[in-house]
């Protein structure tokens, strides 16, 4: 069954330093993927997606994702965290020519000063 | 530019009850897909809707209806109300019956009591 799994319920940065928040995927062929962020009370907003093609992907708010067919990953990164970015983080997948796109289960971050 | 909008905001029923909740997509947005995202979970597909008909269901049962209508709104029903229908009730919007590219409201929040 396709699946997309984010194997950390929570992570805490310090602020200013790296962050890499994992994600894997299981489908027959590779899917598109994506980066979705979610504040408190708030709906999802896209962070960045991979269709194919460089994999490194740069998004929005200075965050960066990697794609890695032979880890079935597509993690995501940013090298100096601000306390803003304290949310929850989810990553999500679509069969190409789809319309389900499944979510992990997500990973929130805490930011410490 | 409006983005996706949801009505209500927050919502309490009692079980047994039925509850009709809305979505308008984004200006241009003509497909409609609904998610559940229950406390502490990634959101899990319920539905799509594009050119007025449900194209593709995730694992709910059929108490969870929906409706698109031709300005390209959308209702999601849900019938005979359980507790575990309580979660936050996503609507995303998308263009030409592409999910690829999706735009999230704010959500509504369903307590069943």
């Known amino acids: 069954a396709q699946s997309v799994t984010q194997p950390d319920i929570h992570i805490t940065v310090s602020e200013g330093a790296s962050l890499e928040l994992r994600c894997n995927y299981s489908y027959g062929a590779t899917p598109y993927l994506f980066w979705y962020v979610q504040s408190p009370g708030q709906g999802l907003q896209l962070l960045l997606k991979y269709f194919s093609g460089d994999t490194l992907v740069q998004g929005i708010k200075g965050f960066e994702a990697e794609f890695k067919r032979s880890q079935s990953s597509f993690n995501l990164r940013k090298p100096s965290v601000h306390w803003s970015d304290a949310a929850e983080y989810f990553c999500a997948g679509i069969n190409t020519g789809g319309f389900k796109t499944i979510f992990g289960a997500g990973t929130r971050l805490f930011v410490k000063a | 530019d409006a983005g996706v909008t949801q009505s209500p905001t927050h919502l309490i029923k009692t079980r047994g009850q039925q509850v009709t909740l809305r979505c308008s997509p984004k200006s241009g947005h003509d497909t409609v897909s609904w998610y559940q995202q229950a406390l502490g979970q990634g959101p899990q597909f319920i539905f799509q809707?594009?050119?007025?008909?449900?194209?593709q269901r995730g694992n709910f049962p059929d108490r969870f209806s929906g409706h698109q209508f031709p300005n390209y709104s959308s209702e999601l029903n849900v019938n005979a109300l359980l507790l575990g229908d309580s979660a936050l009730y996503l609507c995303?919007?998308?263009?030409?019956?592409?999910?690829?590219?999706?735009?999230f409201g704010p959500g509504t929040r369903l307590t069943v009591t």
């Open positions: 995303a919007s998308s263009l030409n019956g592409l999910s690829y590219e999706q735009y």
């Open positions: 809707y594009y050119e007025e008909e449900e194209r």
